[in-house]
Nanobody, 114 residues
Framework: QVRLVESGGGLVQPGGSLRLSCAAS?????MGWYRQAPGKQRELVAM???????TYADSVKGRFTISRDNAKNTVHLQMNSLKSDDTAVYYC???????????WGQGTQVTVSS
């Protein structure tokens, strides 16, 4: 099972930026970022395939950018123009399309507040 280690969360003011990173122990997965706010279901933020096909949630389009470095088995989420609604625990996910299984990181807290 792939191991995922996230980093980069923290506290930021509205309008600010943060960059999340996720390091995977192996390669070949669809990588994604999800988030879960208190009292809400976990939701997709963005995902990227090994070939670079990207999907964003409508709520983050134009503000967030997902990227991956296949040589380093890492995926990043650049978050700009952050809003209070972006406050959540952000989870990295690696999805194996062959075995149809997903693995989760431990989560990193992002808090947008003045």
């Amino acid at each position: 099972q792939v191991r995922l280690v996230e980093s980069g969360g923290g506290l930021v003011q509205p309008g600010g930026s943060l960059r999340l990173s996720c390091a995977a122990s192996s390669s070949g997965y669809v990588m994604g970022w999800y988030r879960q706010a208190p009292g809400k279901q976990r939701e997709l933020v963005a995902m990227i395939t090994s070939g670079g096909i990207i999907t964003y949630a409508d709520s983050v389009k134009g503000r967030f950018t997902i990227s991956r470095d296949n040589a380093k088995n890492t995926v990043h989420l650049q978050m700009n123009s952050l809003k209070s609604d972006d406050t959540a625990v952000y989870y990295c996910n690696a999805y194996d399309e062959v075995f149809r299984q997903g693995s989760w990181g431990q989560g990193t807290q992002v808090t947008v507040s003045s």
